[in-house]
């Protein structure tokens, strides 16, 4: 049986147009067979000079931008569901929530990247792959008892299975419960779709644990026991998906004084692409700057994830630091309410 063509997409406004454009520079770089002559960027609010310089990048290798506009999805999904948060000012990565709504009907399989991602590997086993029925395929991150937890930086959607299933349903069905929801995109998805509509990837596809120390980072990889000894190896030495997420860990190679072991796959495809020139940013805390002494504390546990080899201590600081941030919290409520 054929397999359905895989399309790339990202969704952005114009503050990740770099980190967007150099990680479809290394997925183009990577992947010479991705079959399809168009390449899917959901716009919001990309300026000018960025696109000019996305279009360049496709057009070297043979492909086409093609702009998808959401804003209206979201918009009307905002209005009706306020409680749904924006993710540092833009709706941009819920758009990932209502891809039913805003592709185009021949789009079958779909391979969702956010910004923060570099490929340093081929994708064809995920053109190829069997989805069994499921809608979405997903690296899980965290392992219990009762069900897969997964980061929504990479996804691969089976849009087929997504309206057979009526994934947009359960979406809406999940938002009028009005549940807390830190990562809106994410809490949303995972809240939403049921384990037997998600297919598990491998960790290679989803490579999010460099800027641990390497101890850390494996013993975090073996807890559930999901992933052989082979996949967590192959994972960390040949990853096809490398994802540069959470700032205040430092993870993040277009930020001065990251700590990510994979920084150099970054600054290479830059190297390769219309932004070579333009400088680092300061380092994440200068830009983001933690405020008061909750922000403070937190920094300092996280900056232990890069340095410290054990995963217990590391493990029962959090939980210090977490009960140490509750008890401010819970002095701040009391000032408040006096």
Known sequence: MNQPTLYLCYSINDFFAREAGISMLSFLENNPDYEPEEVFFIDYGILPANKQRIEEVASRYGRRVTYLDARGVTTAI?????????????????????????????????????????????????????????????????????????????????????????????????????IFMELPDQDLLNHAIPQRLLKPLSPKFNYCLHFFHPRQERTRMHIGNFYTEEEIEEAIHHPAIIHYFAGWHMARPWHKGCRSRRANDYYYYKALSPWKDVPLLAPYGGVAPPHGVRRHIEYWSLKLYSICPSYQLVKTTDLCTKAVIHILDKIKGKRVTQ
């Not at 897969?148 to 087929?160: A, C, P, Q, R, W």
Request: proline share 4%; aromatic share 8%.
């Open 78 to 178: 905002k209005r009706e569901f306020p409680h749904l948060k924006a993710w540092r000012g833009t709706m941009a990565p819920n758009a990932k929530c209502f891809v039913d709504q805003i592709f185009p009907d021949y789009v079958e399989r779909l391979l969702f990247l956010d910004a923060d991602t570099v490929v340093t590997g081929s994708v064809t086993e995920l053109q190829r792959m069997d989805m069994g029925g499921a809608a979405l395929g997903v690296v899980p991150i965290n392992i219990n008892l009762k069900r897969i937890l997964f980061n929504s930086g990479v996804m691969l959607f089976d849009l087929s299975a997504w309206r057979r299933e009526g994934c947009q349903e359960m979406i809406i069905s999940t938002l009028q419960k009005k």
